[in-house]
């Protein structure tokens, strides 16, 4: 078998797909009908959608780094939907449902695999709560109900069901849960919006907003300016930073978010797992490797750097929970950064700024809102600002008006 792969990769025949990859960076023209500022998953997706249902094709996709290079590539690529509010079930149901067809709809696998998340209660408080969250979800689409630890036991065998002084009393089962490889779905979507005629700038970066009477007429860049009809604003981590180019701020602060991973194994663990009291979640990978992520940081920076002290409070509480993988070796670490609003929610649609559409705020849950996000935004921009009925609960005017949509709560480990 390894000769014939070896004899099939050096063959001069190898089968290649004409165009497959990204095109040559070329110059940037002097206008766009619109602009996106990021190359995430966000980013592209949006442009993507434009492109292929709606038909907006002089768009530029401006990246300071490279495509997916940052918080796309910085989690820990959990897809699921069991939120707290009907708002959020029903906003990242319909993206689990469009998760399910990415492959398709790219003939590109993105190694998507539906393998259910499984997350803890330790008290009883958290049990009332997952009650609720389980009629929620199942009112609103999801497929989550809540378990009690004989169930529990017999998906996650390797569990210690008695970690420290909080012994697991039932458990969320949410069968939607799922992951997928991040960066593949980034591929996707800028190969596709790409082969459409979207032009994709790394190493570009915005570095002013020019506002002209309450409306956003152009991009300064590294490379020279450039005129837009719109501007739309996908820059996790960095969205208040952004924002205040445009001459507005957002109520946003921004955290580092780390994770980790032990070298493989044999597989043993297939759901996600997470203890929102331990502050801590374990997944393994298709590869054998074990995913470690927690809460935030306690404090706002804008840096991706890792920390001595979360790692070792983060594998205490892994420990807790399947003692044996004390003896792992860790493979390696590393942070993002989390756009945090005062709900837990994201921030989209429409900005105190006329045609500068926002896609922020989205703290944990990023990578798991890729596909509904760029959807949305899509039709958003298509429509000239009319903001789809899937993403009005998340307006920034809602902090004006008190009608915010509390997800806190809601992580895989609570912040």
Known sequence: MPFSLLKYGLNKDYPFEKHADLPAPAELKSS?????IGAGGHGV????????YHGITNVAVLEKGYLGGGNTARNTAVIRSNYLTPEGVKFYTESVRLFEGLSNEFDFNIMYSKRGQLTLAHTDAAVRGFRQRAEINRHYGGKTELIDPQQIKELVP???MNPGHLPVL????HMDGATARHDAVAWGYAKGATQRGVELHQLTEVTDIVVTNN???AVKTNRGTIQCGCAIQAVAGHSSLLAAKA???MPIQSYPLQAMVTQPVKPFLDPLVSSPSLHC???QTGRGELVFGGGSDPYPLYNTRSTMDLKESLLAHAIELFPFMANMRLMRQWAGLTDMTSDYSPIMGLSPVENYYLDAGWGTWGFKSTPICGKTM???VSSGGKVPELIQPFSMARFDSFRQVNEMGATAASH
């Open 32 to 36: 766009y009908d619109v602009v996106i």
């Open 170 to 173: 039932a458990g969320l089962w």
């Open 215 to 217: 409306r956003v007429t």
């Open 281 to 283: 979640y374990v997944q």
């Open 158 to 160: 390797t569990l210690n």
């Open 247 to 249: 001459g507005f701020r």
């Open 45 to 52: 997706a949006t442009a993507y959608y434009l492109a292929k």
């Open 378 to 380: 899509a039709e958003l």
